[in-house]
C-alpha cells in the first residue's frame, strides 16, 4: 500500500490541493503499477509562521520579498 505524505505551507486554494491529491495519486499507480484503491496521499499544511530555513520563517521571507 503505498503512501504518499506531501509537507507544504498553507495558502493553496481546495482546487490546488485536489490537483496535487489526484496527479500524486495518478504518477504512484503508473510509476509502481499500484493499484488505485490502495494509494494513500497524506496532504499537512503547516502555516508559514511555523516553517522556517536559517532562522527565517515562510511569513518573514514572503513579508520581506513584498516590501522591496
Same mark, same amino acid.
Given at each position: 500500500? !503505498?503512501?504518499?505524505?506531501?509537507?507544504? =505551507?498553507? %495558502?493553496?486554494? !481546495?482546487?490546488?490541493?485536489?490537483?496535487?491529491?489526484?496527479?500524486?495519486?495518478?504518477?504512484?499507480?503508473? =510509476?509502481?503499477?499500484?493499484? !488505485?484503491?490502495?494509494?494513500?496521499?497524506?496532504?499537512?499544511?503547516? !502555516?508559514?509562521?511555523?516553517?522556517? =530555513? %536559517?532562522?527565517? =520563517?515562510?511569513?518573514?521571507?514572503?513579508?520581506?520579498?513584498?516590501?522591496?
Amino acid at each position: 500500500m !503505498p503512501l504518499v505524505d506531501v509537507t507544504i =505551507t498553507q %495558502g493553496r486554494s !481546495p482546487e490546488q490541493l485536489r490537483a496535487l491529491i489526484h496527479r500524486l495519486h495518478a504518477a504512484v499507480v503508473e =510509476t509502481v503499477d499500484a493499484k !488505485p484503491e490502495f494509494v494513500r496521499v497524506i496532504v499537512r499544511e503547516v !502555516p508559514r509562521t511555523h516553517w522556517a =530555513t %536559517g532562522d527565517v =520563517t515562510v511569513e518573514e521571507m514572503l513579508e520581506k520579498k513584498e516590501s522591496r
